[in-house]
């Protein structure tokens, strides 16, 4: 479980997004799109789960990417080429239900930009038309542009301040590419369409409430909080359509339109205050 290349993204605005190529050959053979893994990178520390954003099996290499936001990933973040992580667990989750759709639109948000390109890649060989819609704060924030592009047909890009692309959100490109979809239609095979999104959780909910209304079928990959991973915790427990699912087991994709969003909400801030804890990093 060595590092074996190591690349800043973005680092600005408060934020830094790190891709790392990690030496796994058990999990790089296995690995499928929308699949995770449980990282921990010292021995006394905490469980996280992260996207395997690439694999190339015959090297034994996966690739993950990750923001410097909490005690862990800032530990990843200290790590270098040579270092070895002191766990992997995975493969975990089911993995994205890959099939021809006809036309399929990812919609990525933030580092959730990194976990729509593996599911990309599969959807276009597939046979799918992709069309992409990524969206952060600004231009430097944006990641994963040009390996994007190479996997669709049509990428489309929104940056809140308007440096890049279109200035707004991700939902107004959204609203655009069905509005098009209805406007030259020709055939009934034209209505088959798939919308999947990764990403914060206000804008997948967003996603899905423009996707609602016209019927369009959309997946989500949700980042509920884990600690276990294995379905043995209960911490990522989310209700979809009325029955209690567990992220990590049951998950990460799930119908959008069945999410209870709110509940989402509420549990993913249950340990906003102990997570504002100062930690001292040289303890461990």
């Known amino acids: ?3 074996l290349n190591k690349k800043t993204l973005s680092d600005i605005q408060g934020v830094k997004v790190t891709s790392m190529d990690i030496h796994a050959p058990l999990l790089a053979v296995k690995a499928e799109p929308g699949q995770f893994i449980a990282v921990m990178a010292v021995e006394h520390g905490e ?4 996207t395997i954003v690439d ?6 290499i996966i690739t993950i990417i990750f923001q410097e936001v909490g005690l862990t990933t800032k530990l990843l973040g200290r790590l270098s080429v040579g270092d070895c992580l002191y766990s992997l667990v995975g493969p975990l989750g089911h993995p994205t239900q890959i099939s021809n759709y006809g ?3 990812l919609v990525g948000g933030g580092v959730g930009i990194a976990e729509i390109y593996p599911v990309a890649k ?3 060989k597939a046979g799918n038309k992709v069309i992409i819609i990524i969206g952060a704060r600004s231009k430097e924030l944006l990641i994963l542009e040009k390996e994007l592009k190479a996997v669709s047909d049509e990428l489309h890009i929104a940056t809140d301040d308007g440096s890049y692309g279109k200035k707004g959100f991700v939902t107004e490109l959204l609203q655009a590419v069905i509005a098009r979809s209805k406007a030259t239609k020709q055939s009934p095979s034209d209505d088959k369409i798939l919308v999947y999104a990764v990403g914060p959780i206000p804008m997948m909910k967003s996603v899905s409430a423009v996707t609602k209304p016209a019927g369009i079928k959309t997946l989500v990959s949700l ?3 884990m600690v276990d991973a294995t379905g043995m915790c209960g911490c990522c427990r989310v209700t979809v359509g009325n029955e209690t699912k567990f992220s990590c087991v049951d ?12 509940e989402l909400v509420k549990r993913s801030r249950i340990y906003i205050d102990k997570e504002k804890h100062i930690c001292n990093l040289n303890k461990l």
């Open 223 to 225: 980042n509920a909080l």
């Open 122 to 124: 599969a959807f276009k």
């Open 47 to 50: 469980r996280i789960p992260l």
């Open 103 to 105: 036309k399929v639109v």
């Open 251 to 262: 998950g990460p994709d799930f119908d959008a339109h069945l999410v209870d969003w709110d």
């Open 1 to 3: 479980m060595k590092i």
């Open 55 to 60: 694999s190339i099996p015959g090297k034994g």
